[in-house]
């Protein structure tokens, strides 16, 4: 499945990239899925996408569980607890 | 007629020049809410020398537009305003306004607060802090998560 990647903040810096185009294999369906995909590409992804860190996740730009099945060509982007306003 | 009006930008705001605009040429309007919100100097008991703003472009403008609509369905307010600004600030600068228009001010100031709280919690943006101690992002509060419980979404 073809996924457009975003990541935004302390994790882009950390990650060192703003944005990827992947193609995630089939056992990959939902974003803690995808997140753990990322994960096993080891460092900084397994240190900057740490399951045990809080991180928010949007899926065609609007913020969604983790559990939230993925989609074609879709958007998804991960970065932290929003610090607005 | 355009309700909501939503902008994302570097430069500053005038607040006598968005509310005048706001409530212009509309004699319903009784109430006008507006809150400002700036940059601080201390922040965790750290100096702030400055901050950077950065945002989510397209996802930022449709979190805002949700905000307002389920403000809409909560009270009946006339107009809404936010500006949010991003890029570089410093200490005192102006960072975000909200405006709400209604014919009382009841609704008008619960849902001005309501937007506030909303933002603070579901529109992606974060504050990067330049510190004595280093360049620092700033930690999402418990406290805006309390703020936004009270709603009860």
């Known amino acids: 499945m073809k996924i457009q990647l975003r990541f935004f903040a302390s994790l882009r810096e950390g990650l060192g990239i703003a944005e ?10 939902t974003i803690a899925d995808l997140r753990g995909y990322l994960i096993e590409r080891g460092n900084p992804w397994s240190e900057v996408l740490a399951s045990k860190k809080v991180i928010r996740c949007a899926l065609n730009q609007e913020m969604v569980k983790e559990s939230t ?3 074609e060509g879709a958007e998804v982007a991960f970065f932290p607890p929003v610090t607005g306003g | 007629m355009q309700n909501d009006f939503i902008r994302i930008q570097e430069a500053d705001f ?3 020049t968005e509310v005048t605009t706001l409530r212009k040429d509309d004699p319903r309007v009784g109430a006008v809410v507006t809150f400002v919100g700036t940059v601080r100097d201390l ?9 950077t703003l950065e945002h989510y472009p397209g996802m930022t403008e449709k979190s805002l537009e949700e905000i307002i609509t389920q403000a809409r369905g909560r009270w009946d307010i006339y107009k809404t305003l936010v500006i949010h600004r991003v890029g570089l600030l410093m200490p005192e600068d102006q960072i975000v306004l909200v405006a709400v228009t209604s014919a009382h001010r009841g609704e008008a100031f619960a849902a001005c607060e309501f937007i506030m709280d909303y933002l603070k919690t579901a529109a992606p943006f974060w504050k990067k802090e330049d510190t004595p101690e280093g360049a620092r992002w700033v930690d999402a509060r418990v406290t805006d998560d309390t703020a936004m419980a009270r709603w009860n979404l």
């Open chain 1, 69 to 71: 099945l993925l989609l």
């Open chain 2, 14 to 16: 005038d607040l006598t």
């Open chain 1, 20 to 29: 990827e185009s992947i193609t995630a294999p089939e056992p990959v369906k």
């Open chain 2, 43 to 51: 922040n965790d008991g750290s100096q702030v020398k400055g901050m």
